[in-house]
């Protein structure tokens, strides 16, 4: 499946983004989907993950509340609500997807099979 990311941009600390990636190629409700981010001199972080349904979502805990996830099995697209944005939240997301069971360890980078290219997201203070 191949995962194209958008939506990034310059927002000004406390404001909002809206991250979309579209998949292509597969079967999109076939795949688990989440979402990681990585700063500048930092590894690759969970943000958070969204099952086949989008009946089980799971999210990085610093992040509960200021994100959402959610997916659209019809339009092949799954989507990361950012608000109350912080400059710490500067990053690269990235969207990505597997295809396994979901489980608690979907956090882990190394459960996903597939990667978008990633959007730049830049909160000014």
């Known amino acids: 499946v191949q995962l194209q990311a958008s939506g990034g941009g310059l927002v000004q600390a406390g404001g909002s983004l809206r991250l979309s990636c579209a998949a292509s190629?597969?079967?999109?409700?076939?795949?688990?989907m989440g979402w990681f981010r990585q700063a500048p001199g930092k590894e690759r972080e969970f943000v958070a993950r969204?099952?086949?349904?989008?009946?089980?979502?799971l999210y990085a805990d610093s992040l509960k509340g200021r994100f959402t996830i959610s997916r659209d099995n019809a339009e092949n697209t799954v989507h990361l609500q950012m608000n109350s944005l912080k400059p710490e939240d500067t990053a690269v997301y990235y969207c990505?997807?597997?295809?396994?069971?979901?489980?608690?360890?979907?956090?882990?980078?190394?459960?996903?099979?597939?990667w978008g290219q990633g959007t730049q997201v830049t909160v000014s203070s």
């Open positions: 969204i099952s086949r349904s989008g009946g089980s979502t």
């Open positions: 190629g597969r079967t999109f409700s076939n795949y688990n």
């Open positions: 990505a997807a597997h295809g396994k069971y979901y489980s608690g360890s979907d956090y882990l980078a190394s459960r996903y099979d597939y």
